[in-house]
């Protein structure tokens, strides 16, 4: 798979899944969830704390309406992931396989141009995002504070985030999502696959 490839399978990921079922760990969060587009149900786990959502909260992302979340914007982003497809450089492109499923695994850099869902959490956390978030006229943290790149994964059926660990720096991220069941759309064919 080249770059232009991830760049069409993040832009399509909206189109690849009616339903999903999954379970999202990070070190602050830990969901399990089934989406329907603008509909999540969900449970927070271990409390058991039950969350229902229609739609997202209005953002100044105009792409097309964002997925709900028990969280912040980033679980719209890891759910549409278009914002990949402009002011990221991708490279270390492999297929490989994530909790049993197939996958496409790269490094993401944020360049000028990036347009993430939401700058205070974006998918490729960076200089470029915290600009966009705080202006030009905020003093950048030293060098080694802010992740150099993220090392992302998308489901190569559905096109969601499933992996993603910013690095190279002391401030960031980490989450994994391990989908159980993919209702495919229109992208991608007919019947559910269960993980």
């Known amino acids: 798979m080249t770059p232009d ?94 909790l049993g499923r197939p996958v496409v695994a790269f490094s993401a850099r944020a360049v000028d141009g990036y347009d993430p869902v939401c700058s205070c959490c974006p998918l490729v956390f960076s200089e470029v995002s915290e600009r966009l978030e705080h202006g030009d006229d905020r003093v950048p943290p030293p060098p080694g504070v802010l992740p150099t790149h993220t090392d992302l994964a998308l489901d190569l059926e559905a096109g969601v985030v499933v992996s993603s660990h910013d690095r190279g720096g002391l401030r960031g991220g980490r989450f994994t999502n391990e989908l159980l069941r993919v209702v495919p759309g229109a992208e991608t064919g007919n019947g559910a696959r269960t993980a």
């Open 5 to 98: 490839d991830v760049r069409r399978l993040a832009a399509t990921a909206h189109e690849r899944w009616t339903e999903l079922e999954l379970v999202h760990r990070s070190p602050h969060d830990h969901v399990r969830a089934t989406l329907r587009h603008g509909e999540l149900d969900a449970v927070r786990l271990p409390e058991g704390e039950r969350v229902r959502e229609r739609g997202a909260p209005p953002s100044s992302w105009d792409v097309r309406p964002l997925e709900p979340y028990p969280t912040n914007y980033l679980w719209s982003a890891m759910l549409d992931p278009h914002e990949l497809t402009e002011g990221v450089e991708i490279t270390d492109v492999r297929r490989t396989e994530l």
